[in-house]
Structures are given as C-alpha cells and as structure tokens.
C-alpha cells in the first residue's frame, strides 16, 4: 500500500549541508524519498528558484530549505501544540541559520583553518551559550518541534568539524544525544550522510 502513496520527495546531493534539516525532519512522516543523486542540472528548470534543496509532494512544490524544513514540520506535525512552542521552534531554525552561516563562512574563506579556529574560539560559543540556557526541558519545547531539530542538525554537522563543541555545555549534549536516539533521527543517521564542511582544503 505504501507503494501506492504520492511521497514528499526531497532532491538535495547526499552531504550534511542546507538540505540536512528537510531529511531529518522527512523521516517522520509516514513516507519520505531522499533522492541524493538528482539530475542536475537537468531539473534545474522544474525548481522554483534554480537551486536544490527542492522538494516535491504531488503536486506541490517547495523550494528553499527552511521552507521546505517548515512544510514537512507541518505535514508531520512538529510545529509545536501551543504558540510557545510554536514560536520557541520558529526561533530555533533561525538559530539554526545563523550558526551555519558562521560554518559556511569559515569553509569559504581564504584561509580556512584560521577562520574556522576563530569560528569556534569566539563566534561559536556564545550560541552554545544561548542555547543552553535556553534549554528548560531536554527538547527545548514541551514536545519534539522543526526547531528542535534544527538545532540537532546544525550540531551534528558542527560536531564534525569539532569533536569537544558540546564539553562546556552538559544541557546542550544532553539534548543532542536524546534527540539522536529517536528512532526517526537513527534511521536519517543510519543513511551515513557524508560531511561538506571541512577544516582544511582538500
């Protein structure tokens, strides 16, 4: 019978970058295509803004990976039950922008190594900082939310660039690995997506 079903169908190449939040946040629904080779650019043209991630669910289509995170939140029911929640998750995948946007950054600089050693000396903690306080129960919100995940996915691709990020906050890895035992996150974990952001040029 699940053969039978539209799938949202996510088109992103398999790497932990922007499209990582729509293939964790996939997995709970109760089906869910991750096409990590697309033809591209070859569907270049069937997205909306000529970029990937894109995602297609029958006849909807849906491009930018936040929008496409908050439309599969929303099919799968973790926006949050109450307007707290709601918005705490709102603010938490914004979060989750403005720690990649420090990652992506230092992986474009000149000089890689140095920005990334910055990144993580002085940009990095004081998010850390943030998040941990942040954290009144083990998931941010009342229940598991998009944005609780987002700050999963971000830390998840920070951890590979940085294996002792969680030390200074016991909370915060606390959070991370509750959520990484969620049998939906197993199954996105299990696929053993490969790391884009690295340290040093190749």
């Not at 922007?18 to 996939?26: D, F, H, N, P, T």
């Not at 998010?127 to 941010?140: C, P, S, V, Y």
């Amino acid at each position: 019978l699940k053969s039978l079903l539209i799938m949202p169908t996510l088109y992103y190449w398999g790497i932990k970058a922007r499209g990582q939040l729509s293939a964790i946040v996939g997995q709970f629904g109760e089906g869910f295509e991750y096409q990590q080779e697309p033809d591209w650019p070859g569907m270049k043209g069937d997205t909306l803004f000529g970029q990937l991630p894109h995602l297609v669910d029958g006849d909807i289509k849906v491009s930018q990976s936040d929008a496409i995170a908050r439309y599969l939140g929303r099919k799968n029911n973790l926006q949050g039950e109450t307007d707290a929640d709601f918005a705490l998750s709102e603010a938490l995948i914004e979060e989750q922008d403005d720690i990649l946007d420090i990652i992506a950054k230092s992986h474009y600089s000149d000089d890689r190594e140095a920005a990334f050693n910055k990144a993580f000396e002085e940009s990095l903690p004081k998010h850390l900082e943030n998040l941990e306080a942040l954290l009144q129960n083990d998931l941010f919100t009342s229940k598991l939310t998009t944005g609780s995940l987002a700050i999963f996915s971000i830390l998840n691709i920070a951890l590979d660039l940085e294996a002792t990020l969680l030390d200074k906050t016991p909370k915060l890895k606390a959070f991370y690995d509750r959520v990484a035992a969620i049998d939906q996150v197993k199954k996105y974990l299990a696929l053993d997506i490969k790391p884009y952001f690295s340290r040093k040029k190749e």
